[in-house]
């Protein structure tokens, strides 16, 4: 009986009990709170723990499904052919698996918003585009601005015929392990990872003359131009490719067919290459010789004004091959030929799409850390000089151009040390930055104006200072003895000009030389000379 009425004080006491923690969480919430907290937080700890993936990343209820195995683990050759594929810097294989939730209509919405939140970071840039009214193009450029600007001509497909296309067209080549430099193709880096994968397999299957595949990840029609005018406007070597493209898309905007169309250089592929890189790596050669990236820029933007004429007939007038080769050519070509050398010669410059009274191209240059316009197109056709448009900051260019679409996210230029700018009176300054002939000891009495005088200066410096190592330096005056010199050197004519009469002189064997030319003002060149006898 003692035990039974223990039992029964209790079960009353904790009945007292109860019913005084109802009451007092009535007249008091916080109360109910703070105890559900004590009771559940255990539980909490083991839910999170639940809801982990394998690489530690909390699981939501968000639109992507993350499914990863570990390194070892390696994908099978099925997996790795599915759109979506790709291998992470952190070494582990992971597939991405869309989950179409009932937030969204359809799948092209789906997608816009994914790629939306992926690319939510904002670009880091300070170009801040003039008002197009504020807009007056100068009567000596006036319709110099014929850049053909990016086309999608595709056809939305029903179900039917979508599945046909489907079933019938492969990835062709999918670029998986291309990788672009962010110093000379910035627009790749302007995308997302999905519209990367894309960029890749249409770079690849241009380069192997491939027409027509499936694109490798699920995109839309804006995500698609976004890619093709990211290749076009990275790759100027890729002067077969046209401007615009096919596409089929299925009844949801989701592309499911990519094709590209090519101009007539892909008909004897092996020979329009060589003649395009001939003319290029001549130019290439001779601006190599030359002390300076800035030297290098000059000399490749004056070749090519004096290489090039515009037309606005010219055929594939907007390809680098249209300037290099066929010289004639609208502001594309101008603007890819000059792209497509500089980025040879190791010189980050990128091609601008924008207007200028109506679609233009240029370009912009990166020189000592610091960004610069040039206009070739218009620099070609100034009434006051071939340098207007040189080496110009967005502040000179702002009443005449405005960056575009994908340009507006490249670099602010707003560079000093190489800009060319106007005097007081309004009067051009030439390449103030160049050392003068004072600047480099050297008086007007030292100045070479002939080949034979300089040469005949070379031999006996070579004499003077005989068997061994050393430097001696000439200078030279004028554009044609300049080009006469680059020439001859290129041609090894200044060993039976002199060079090899010094050696039988002296006796010696052996002789090694190497020359540089730095661009002086006033329309002279430095040339130094490195010379090793024995």
């Keep these: 009986m003692k035990i039974v009425k223990g039992i029964l004080i209790t079960l009353a006491a904790l009945f007292v009990l109860f019913f005084g923690l109802v009451i007092a969480s009535a007249l008091n919430p916080g109360l109910s709170e703070k105890l559900g907290e004590f009771l559940y937080a255990g539980r909490e700890e083991e839910t999170e723990t639940e809801g982990e993936n394998p690489v530690g990343q909390s699981v939501s209820d968000a639109d992507l499904i993350i499914e990863t195995t570990v390194p070892e683990m390696a994908a099978t050759e099925e997996e790795e052919s599915q759109p979506g594929y790709y291998t992470d810097s952190s070494n582990v294989s992971t ?43 100068p009567d000596a450029v006036s319709g110099r601005a014929a850049h053909t600007e990016i086309k999608d001509q595709g056809e939305t497909l029903d179900e039917e015929n979508a599945k046909k296309i489907t079933a019938t067209t492969d990835y062709g080549n999918m670029g998986q392990n291309l990788e672009f430099d962010s110093t000379f193709y910035p627009y790749f880096h302007m995308l997302g990872q999905r519209e990367k994968n894309v960029y890749r397999q249409i770079y690849a299957n241009a380069t192997d003359l491939k027409t027509i595949f499936t694109p490798v990840e699920d995109i839309n029609s804006s995500q698609l131009l976004n890619v093709f005018t990211a290749v076009c406007y990275d790759h100027p070597e890729l ?223 070579v004499l003077e200072n005989g068997e061994g190592y050393f430097t001696f330096q000439s200078v030279i005056e004028g554009e044609a003895l300049y080009d006469q010199w680059k020439y001859n050197n290129a041609n090894n004519l200044h060993w039976s000009n002199y060079l090899d009469s010094a050696l039988k002189d002296l006796k010696a064997t052996y002789a090694h030389i190497t020359m540089e030319a730095e661009e002086l003002q006033d329309n002279r060149y430095l040339i130094t000379h490195t010379i090793s006898i024995n």
């Design 95 to 137: 597939t991405v698996t869309v989950d179409w939730n009932e937030r969204y209509s359809d799948k092209a919405e789906a997608l816009a918003a994914e790629e939306a939140k992926a690319n939510a970071v904002p670009v880091s840039t300070k170009y801040t585009a003039p008002e197009e009214k504020s807009i007056t193009v």
């Design 239 to 461: 002067y077969w490719i046209e401007t615009a493209y096919g596409a089929k898309y299925n009844k949801n905007g989701i592309a499911i067919q990519i094709e590209l169309k090519y101009n007539d250089t892909i008909k004897d592929e092996a020979t329009y290459w060589k003649k395009f890189t001939t003319e290029a790596d001549a130019i290439i050669i001779a601006a190599q010789g030359l002390s300076g990236d800035y030297a290098r820029e000059k000399y490749v933007h004056d070749i090519l004004l004096e290489k090039t004429v515009y037309n606005k007939s010219a055929a594939m007038n907007q390809s680098a091959y249209s300037s290099l080769v066929n010289g004639q050519s609208v502001c594309a070509g101008y603007a890819r030929a000059f792209q497509y050398i500089l980025i040879k010669l190791g010189i980050p410059c990128y091609f601008v799409g924008g207007t200028a009274g109506e679609s233009h191209a240029w370009n912009i240059v990166k020189l000592g850390g610091e960004y610069y316009n040039v206009d070739l197109t218009w620099d070609d056709a100034s009434a006051d000089g071939k340098y207007d448009y040189f080496n110009k900051t967005d502040e000179d260019y702002k009443k005449t151009h405005i960056r575009k679409g994908l340009s507006v996210n490249l670099p602010p230029c707003n560079g000093t040390t190489y800009r060319i700018a106007a005097d007081e009176e309004g009067k051009l300054q030439m390449n103030p930055h160049l050392r003068t002939l004072a600047d480099t000891g050297f008086g007007e009495n030292d100045v070479f104006k002939d080949i034979w005088s300089y040469y005949d200066n070379c031999y006996w410096k």
